[in-house]
T-cell receptor
Framework: DQQVKQNSPSLSVQEGRISILNCDYTNSMFDYFLWYKKYPAEGPTFLISISSIKDKNEDGRFTVFLNKSAKHLSLHIVPSQPGDSAVYFCAAYYNNNDMRFGAGTRLTVKP | GAVVSQHPSWVICKSGTSVKIECRSLDFQATTMFWYRQFPKQSLMLMATSNEGSKATYEQGVEKDKFLINHASLTLSTLTVTSAHPEDSSFYIC?????????????FGSGTQLSVL
């Protein structure tokens, strides 16, 4: 049961441009959403999160937007840098022990 | 920031043997740890929730006797893959939540690549 979906397995952008990574979810019970970044052979690291009571959260170059009616969230990275090249996982959460992850989107930022 | 150490990072074993993977929170206490499995190009699939001092909670479809979890202290959880077979080959990742943090983010280990011959 894929409750969190990242439909784009990969994304390629030019350095300095905006990267937009998308995530859709099906469970309306989710009330907290997170983005994790993962480099090869490493565990994911937390990037940014948003509560369902908000529709936007910004942290430096990273902004997460939440559209509850559409059950959609997105991560914007601007400006994109080559070091941002990684796999990005969207995750959603609704109780103390149940976080669901999307399949990930591989972002490549070209110099 | 908080660090989770996972060991070993990779292991190759013969079919039928057992493999133990350790997950340690190095600078925080974690009553709750999570074990995930990731197949190539697929999502992190939650296998079980490890609770210090009590039995682990397994996700549907995960064999309890196959994947033994022990969370004996607030900083250590272990996953033992018993009688491993080639289909158990995968990337296993643990994560932990800081007991004193109010946010919901998890800290992940670096993962263990298991190859069963």
């Amino acid at each position: 049961d894929q409750q969190v979906k990242q439909n784009s397995p990969s994304l390629s952008v030019q350095e300095g441009r905006i990267s937009i990574l998308n995530c859709d979810y099906t469970n309306s019970m989710f009330d907290y959403f997170l983005w994790y970044k993962k480099y090869p052979a490493e565990g994911p690291t937390f990037l940014i999160s948003i509560s369902s009571i908000k529709d936007k959260n910004e942290d430096g170059r990273f902004t997460v937007f939440l559209n509850k009616s559409a059950k959609h969230l997105s991560l914007h990275i601007v400006p994109s840098q080559p070091g941002d090249s990684a796999v990005y996982f969207c995750a959603a959460y609704y109780n103390n022990n149940d976080m669901r992850f999307g399949a990930g989107t591989r972002l490549t930022v070209k110099p | 920031g908080a660090v989770v150490s996972q060991h070993p990072s990779w292991v190759i074993c013969k079919s039928g043997t057992s493999v133990k993977i350790e997950c340690r929170s190095l600078d925080f206490q974690a009553t709750t740890m999570f074990w995930y499995r990731q197949f190539p190009k697929q999502s992190l699939m939650l296998m079980a929730t490890s609770n210090e001092g009590s039995k682990a909670t397994y996700e549907q479809g995960v064999e309890k006797d196959k994947f033994l979890i022990n969370h004996a202290s607030l900083t250590l959880s272990t996953l033992t893959v018993t009688s491993a077979h080639p289909e158990d080959s995968s990337f296993y990742i643990c994560s932990a939540r800081d007991d004193w943090e109010t946010n919901e983010k998890l800290f992940f280990g670096s993962g263990t690549q298991l190859s069963v011959l």
